[in-house]
């Protein structure tokens, strides 16, 4: 049984915690960080690889109540809800309804936008201080209408990206055709966010992290933290049989915050936005330059080396719930139409879980009056983008510097903590 004694203990080595870790690491501080390391538990490892400028709006906005009938009785492919799941949801459900509003969609978006805006140059540091910057592209991100109707709907988000000086150009069916040959007329128009970027290999980046701490001699432990006692002038974290003492903890373990948080009397309604991907061939010498996002469906394809990553949208159920691969058989099937992708015989399915609030913004910071915990989490179908921003913000806060940013948005005290 070993004992760790550190200046800053991180649960979770996702892109949220190993960012964290990394910028800790660059002030001088001694970090341990904890996680059972199951590479595909990670939402940071099977998501769509985009750093996205263009994604600053929550989920809940206006519209969204109209469409909760056909997302609950199972007609959309975009979101399934699991109805026997909903019991987990009761604190989580009223709160996101109440943020499904214009006003409350608005403020997320000017909340979360400065976040957004440094997605980008904070991935390029990162990359750039692991000697991993060629995993980075700016190819820019796709998002298609297959008809006027779909187009008309995102013209309000149109106009709020144009006030927040996020760059969107709009294209036409052969404009579309020019930029990624080889997908199938089957959309009219769309946006195409020239300044986000994607990596082909997500997990790999972020093992590229933990590989780069490990080498400078940060200590891991590979265990799921079960315990966290706060006493005297310390923290103390169980793992396995390992006991990790520091100054600090910091709470970065994705989907899974909301447990350990609520053993520690901190109750913050987190819900698994469940996500799946299976990898397709194209065919022939079909390629896919950037991620596409096709809004009828809700789905991304994205390139990942010689193949292509197709992922569903929304599952809303709990993280252990039994695996339902109807959506993603029903999107693959239908990313089939607009780009000739051959079946993978043998590719397993992957799923995971978005960690996602009911008001669409992260949780960093403090609980109220503790500066010996903090949080780091809730960056729902934005984390993957927002991780290394988090990681720059979360360290100058545990440093007493000042956050690049304004902070007051993601704080915990809008839950009562
Ligand atoms: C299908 C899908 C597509 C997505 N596409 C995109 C995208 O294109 N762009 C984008 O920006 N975002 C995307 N996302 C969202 C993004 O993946 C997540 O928001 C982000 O990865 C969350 O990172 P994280 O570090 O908070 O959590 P995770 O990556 O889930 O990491 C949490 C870590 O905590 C560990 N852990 C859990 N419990 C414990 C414990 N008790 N003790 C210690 N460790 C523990 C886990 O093992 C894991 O390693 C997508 C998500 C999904 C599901």
């Known amino acids: 049984m070993a004992e760790h004694r550190t200046d800053i203990a991180i649960i979770g080595a996702g892109i949220v915690g190993l960012s964290t870790a990394l910028e800790l690491v660059e002030r001088g501080r001694s970090v341990v960080v904890i996680d059972p390391d199951d590479a595909l538990a990670r939402a940071s490892y099977g998501n769509a690889g985009v750093i996205s400028r263009g994604s600053i709006f929550p989920v809940a906005g206006p519209g969204l109540l109209a469409k909760l009938p056909r997302y ?11 109805l026997t799941s909903f019991p987990d949801f009761a604190a989580w459900l009223p709160r996101f309804l109440a943020a499904a509003n214009e006003p409350a969609w608005r403020r997320a978006a000017s909340a979360l936008n400065p976040l957004v805006a440094e997605s980008y140059s904070r991935h390029m540091a990162l990359a750039e201080r692991v000697g991993a910057r060629h995993m980075i592209k700016r190819n820019g991100y796709l998002r298609l209408y297959r008809d006027q109707r779909g187009a008309a709907a995102a013209k309000l988000e149109r106009s709020v990206l144009a006030e927040h000086g996020v760059r969107v150009e709009e294209l036409d069916a052969g404009a579309i055709i020019d930029l990624e040959p080889h997908l199938r007329p089957r959309f009219t128009s769309g946006l195409f966010f020239a300044d986000s970027g994607s990596v082909e290999s997500p997990g790999t ?7 780069h701490l490990r080498a400078r001699g940060t200590a891991f432990v590979k265990a799921a933290a079960r315990s966290i006692e706060q006493g005297g002038d310390a923290v103390t974290v169980r793992a396995g049989d390992e006991t990790i003492v520091a100054q ?8 899974r915050s909301a447990g350990l948080a609520r053993a520690l009397g901190c109750r913050i309604p987190l819900a698994a936005e469940r996500g799946y991907h299976l990898h397709l061939r194209p065919a022939g010498n079909a390629l896919l330059n950037r991620p596409v996002f096709d809004a009828a469906g809700g789905y991304v394809m994205s390139p990942m080396g010689e193949l292509v990553r197709v992922l569903s949208g929304v599952e809303l159920a709990r993280p252990d719930d039994p695996r339902d691969e109807r959506q993603i058989r029903a999107v693959v099937a239908d990313a089939q139409r607009s780009l000739p992708l051959a079946d993978t015989p043998g590719e397993k399915i992957w799923m995971g879980s978005r960690p996602s609030t ?17 949080f780091a989490f809730g960056h729902g179908h934005i984390g993957f983008s927002n991780g290394p921003i988090t990681g720059l913000v979360a360290a100058q806060m545990l440093s007493g510097e000042t956050p690049a940013i304004p902070m007051a948005p993601f704080s915990p005290s809008r839950f009562g903590i």
């Open 248 to 255: 600090k903890v910091v709470l970065s373990a994705g989907t």
């Open 205 to 211: 980046l972020v093992e590229a992290y933990a590989d």
């Open 72 to 82: 609950a009785m199972g007609r959309d492919i975009a979101v399934r809800i699991r």
């Open 358 to 374: 009911p008001d669409g913004l992260p949780v960093i910071g403090h609980p109220r009056g503790n500066s010996r915990l903090f």
